[in-house]
């Protein structure tokens, strides 16, 4: 028995699980630039044949799971932490009509489900059985939340100045100018709350448990340890979709020039994604891990009041001046 995939979904899904290979690639190059290192170049021409190098050790790995662990939770947490990454795609579009669905709750579902990534974490520490993976987990969790109100209250100011509207729109809306001028600020409190919740440094709290005991897995190998290391890539890709369809314009070309314009909005999509995913992987090779308490002080006692105290400047301003869309 055949099950036939529309094409519409093989051209999100494959993209993406190359772009999450070579994503892997790129930020070890990037960081080994930064810290005047050569990276890897052993495995084919630069190096880049080390994703499948890699990719074929984990996959040739045997499985091993703790003898008190719920077998079935154990083993489809990974699997639920990577698949919502992907299902996540469906509302991003890469250029006009280019999506496979783009309705007007399409950014609702979006957070959504990024939101639901939570419940992965939390299900693979409590299954694995372990004291150790069960208290990462819960960090986790808070660490994941706690910056989601902010984010909440960020894209509140953006839809007041653009209108609810489908993605589409809201990129096309942005035509005179980018939200991400006036809204500098936002987007920056924006960029950096989206690197708190994919869990990237310096607020990459889980990957500093797995320096000394490890985090939420600890007891996975193999593919599932493979699948969270995924997933986390996948998410980076994902949440640069939002951050560039709500302040750099989306597709558009950068310059109103005929020479811009025929390049196709696509690339223009894709090259915006790719500066996102540089300041991700450069914050990583630059910046400091902070403490737990700092990063729980920084969404609680900065980012809140921040976010929120900017949605009523905004929206009293708009409503003064009658500029609301």
Not at 32 to 41: E, H, T, Y
Not at 105 to 117: E, K, P, Q
């Given at each position: ?55 074929s050790k984990l996959i040739l790995k045997e499985p091993i799971s703790p003898s008190s662990a719920n077998f079935f939770l154990f083993r ?250």
């Open positions: 028995m055949y099950i036939a995939v529309p094409a519409e979904i093989l051209g999100i899904i494959l993209p993406l699980l190359l772009g999450v290979a070579f994503l892997v690639l790129a930020e070890r190059k990037v960081m080994a630039f930064v810290q005047r290192r050569k990276g890897p170049d052993v495995v084919g021409s630069f190096g880049l044949l080390q994703p499948l190098a890699d990719g489809m947490a990974p699997v639920a932490t990577f698949m919502l990454s992907l299902v996540a795609r469906a509302v991003v579009p890469f250029d006009y009509g280019m999506v496979l669905s783009d309705p007007n709750i399409g950014l609702l579902y979006l957070f959504a489900i990024s939101s639901l990534g939570v419940y992965g974490i939390i299900i693979a520490g409590r299954s694995s059985n372990s004291k150790y993976a069960f208290l990462g987990a819960l960090r986790s969790a808070a660490q994941m939340v706690s910056y989601e109100v902010s984010i909440g209250l960020i894209l509140i100011t953006v839809l007041i100045c653009v209108g609810p509207r489908n993605s589409s729109e809201i990129v096309m809306a942005q035509k005179q100018i980018w939200s991400g001028i006036p809204l500098f600020p936002v987007l920056v409190m924006f960029f950096i709350s989206r690197l708190a919740e994919t869990n990237r440094a310096p607020f990459d709290l889980p990957e500093a448990e797995a320096e000394s005991v490890a985090g939420y897995n600890v007891e996975y190998s193999s593919m599932g340890s493979a699948l969270f290391f995924l997933g986390e890539y996948a998410n980076m890709i994902l949440m640069t979709g939002p951050c560039t369809l709500f302040f750099p314009g989306g597709w558009p070309p950068i310059l109103d020039l005929p020479i811009f314009k025929k390049i196709p909005g696509s690339i223009w999509f894709s090259i915006k994604v790719l500066l996102f995913l540089f300041l991700y992987i450069w914050v990583r090779a630059a910046f400091p891990r902070y403490r737990y308490d700092q990063l729980m002080g920084l969404g609680r006692k900065v980012f809140l009041p921040l976010s929120l105290a900017r949605v009523v400047p905004v929206s009293g301003l708009l409503v003064t001046f009658q500029w609301l869309p």
